[in-house]
């Protein structure tokens, strides 16, 4: 989800170019001070239970639950907290019966990124660790060796049991 909202700015730009004084614009940002206030508070709770929420008993059943499905002992299949909340592009197509996302702007540094109709940036919540024993590419099962019939195991087994509304990605690293 995006909670992130400046509601200083969104006051600001509701204002007709017109009526955009110094003054007008100062007492609008006075008048929002307390919505920001609530906001703030939100948005902290929302990020501690974040926190929470990486650090539960699901992680470790997750972990448990991929290691064993494959035989493994020693956590060579683990879940990591990405550091920063990281943000890849999905692109779905009508074969793929996806409901295709609408056309909107994403700030990214100074610029800006348009999306096209079938794009949308998703955002990872924990990315899941597989060594490269059991699953060979990501990207395409031709590349794969095994087909991805491991792959398709752990996705299958992310879906079952992740908590409703976390996302995850799968990278693949060498064991040794």
């Given amino acids: 989800?995006?909670?992130?909202?400046?509601?200083?700015?969104?006051a600001v730009y509701m204002l007709p170019p017109v009526l955009r004084s110094v003054f007008l614009v100062a007492l609008l940002k006075v008048m929002v001070m307390p919505l920001r206030y609530i906001y703030d508070k939100f948005y902290s709770l929302k990020e501690k239970t974040d926190d929470r929420l990486d650090i539960t008993g699901n992680?470790?059943?997750?972990?448990?639950?991929?290691?064993?499905?494959?035989?493994?002992?020693?956590?060579?299949?683990?879940i990591v907290t990405p550091d920063e909340v990281t943000k890849r592009r999905a692109?779905?197509?009508r074969k793929e019966?996806?409901?295709?996302?609408?056309?909107?702007?994403?700030?990214?540094?100074?610029?800006l990124v348009f999306g096209l109709k079938?794009?949308?940036?998703q955002t990872l919540n924990f990315i899941v660790r597989v060594p490269t024993f059991l699953c060979t590419s990501t990207e395409s099962r031709e590349e794969d060796k095994?087909?991805?019939?491991?792959y398709l195991?752990?996705?299958?087994?992310?879906?079952?049991?992740?908590?409703?509304g976390r996302t995850?990605?799968?990278?693949?690293?060498?064991?040794?």
Avoid: S
């Fill in 118 to 121: 079938n794009e949308y940036f």
């Fill in 97 to 111: 019966a996806q409901p295709p996302a609408c056309l909107f702007t994403h700030e990214e540094g100074n610029g």
């Fill in 59 to 78: 992680v470790q059943y997750l972990e448990k639950a991929l290691n064993d499905a494959f035989c493994l002992t020693g956590r060579q299949i683990y």
């Fill in 1 to 10: 989800m995006w909670y992130k909202i400046d509601f200083a700015r969104f």
């Fill in 91 to 93: 692109f779905y197509f």
């Fill in 153 to 164: 195991a752990i996705r299958n087994i992310l879906d079952a049991y992740k908590p409703a």
């Fill in 168 to 176: 995850f990605g799968i990278e693949l690293y060498d064991y040794e």
């Fill in 146 to 150: 095994f087909g991805w019939e491991h």
